[in-house]
């Protein structure tokens, strides 16, 4: 039989052992809790880079920047970076980068117009051809990349080039202009239509280009963060070993995300004909370039696995308050490109140093 006196000795040694063991746990000190709160929340930082420069301009250019057009406008001008921007967040977010996204956008809006003007065709189905252009364009690069596992930079590297020939080769490098597109087919222009909304420092012009930006984090944001679909990429984005293991069919995920990206690409090029107004094979050149830079100033994380499409967002407009903060000084438009390169380099420091926590 058990002595009953050693058995109390023992079970208040095991307590005693387990406040011994507790106290030795080591308190977070205000840096690393800063440090851990950006890694659950990396949006925070490009919205904290946006204020301060929304109120370092406001004071440099007073009220003349806060005026509700100059606001709107720059809107209006990251309209199509803000798209471009969800469709590369999708790919970077899977570990992955998409240099084709540009040239899919200009390769869809050339086709919803040449198939419009070229061959009669009406306007709503040319433009479901391009969002079909859009699509294979995308499952071609994911399937190459997921089953045939090779490397996404080198894919869409080898896209860019590939769907750049055939937007020029298939256009003939030839223009539609505005007036012809107004007066014939005025639905390609539909993201161009805008809704002036009159406020006591001026009139906001809110474009349906940058509503459905807008419209399209929101829902992208609820997607990537209350389902499943949006659980299984950030896991494989994160280690697609494991996500394998735990039930995630890893190749399926990887093409759909390449797919929906390439869906999102032909939005952006509807949105580039209401933005410019016409067809042009030769529009969006640097979109591939600017998507990127909003992706990693937004706080997405280039090693995949994390980061949020707001942050894609912000990262947007804080390249577009730089570029008219700056031009409204006017100082050399040089100096933006100076201080972008300044913040996308602080943007993967500081990702690195976020990642720390997880390591």
Same mark, same amino acid.
């Given at each position: 039989m058990s002595d009953p006196n050693a058995d109390q000795s023992f079970e208040a040694g095991l307590s005693g052992s387990a406040t011994d063991v507790a106290q030795f746990e080591e308190k977070k000190g205000p840096i690393e809790r800063f440090q851990h709160l950006l890694h659950v929340a990396p949006w925070?930082?490009? =919205?904290? /880079?946006?204020? *301060?420069? /929304?109120?370092?301009? !406001?004071i440099a250019l007073g009220s003349k920047f806060f005026a509700p057009f100059t606001l709107t406008l720059i809107l209006q001008q990251v309209a199509i970076v803000g798209v471009v921007g969800a469709a590369q967040s999708l790919v970077i977010l899977t570990a992955g980068i998409d240099l084709s996204v540009g040239a899919i956008m200009v390769l869809s809006s050339v086709v919803m117009g040449q198939f419009t003007f070229r061959y009669g065709i009406p306007a709503p189905?040319?433009? =479901?051809?391009?969002?079909?252009? !859009?699509?294979?364009?995308g499952?071609?690069?994911g399937f190459l990349v997921a089953r045939v596992k090779l490397p996404p930079f080198i894919v869409t590297l080898g896209m860019w080039q590939i769907i750049l020939a055939s937007n020029f080769l298939y256009s003939a490098n030839e223009t539609i202009r505005s007036q012809d597109i107004e007066a014939n087919a005025p639905l390609l222009q539909f993201f161009g239509n805008s809704i002036r909304i009159p406020l006591p420092g001026g009139t906001a012009v809110l474009t349906y280009g940058v509503i459905v930006m807008v419209? #399209?984090?929101? /829902?992208?944001?609820?997607? #990537?963060? &209350?389902?499943a679909w949006g659980r299984h990429l950030y896991a494989v984005g994160d280690d697609p070993d494991a996500a394998e293991l735990s039930g995630v069919k890893v190749k399926k995920m990887l093409i759909s995300v390449y797919v929906?990206?390439? =869906?999102?690409?032909? #939005? *952006?090029?509807?949105? =580039?004909?209401?933005?410019?107004?016409?067809?042009s094979p030769t529009s969006g050149q640097f *979109?591939?370039?600017?998507?990127?830079?909003? /992706?990693?100033? !937004?706080?997405? &994380?280039?090693?995949?696995g994390r980061g949020s499409i707001m942050g894609m967002l912000f990262g947007a407009l804080i390249v577009g308050v730089f570029s008219l903060g700056l031009r409204m000084v006017g100082t050399d438009p040089q100096w933006t490109y100076l201080l972008i390169?300044?913040?996308?380099i602080a943007a993967v420091a500081v990702d690195q140093w976020i990642r720390k926590v997880s390591t």
């Open positions: 925070m930082i490009p =919205l904290i /880079v946006l204020v *301060a420069s /929304v109120i370092i301009f !406001g189905i040319s433009i =479901l051809c391009g969002f079909g252009v !859009g699509a294979l364009c499952f071609i690069s419209l #399209l984090v929101i /829902v992208l944001n609820y997607v #990537l963060t &209350s389902t929906l990206s390439g =869906l999102i690409c032909a #939005l *952006a090029g509807w949105v =580039l004909i209401g933005r410019i107004g016409s067809v *979109a591939n370039i600017e998507s990127i830079t909003a /992706v990693v100033i !937004g706080g997405i &994380s280039l090693f995949g390169g300044v913040l996308i």
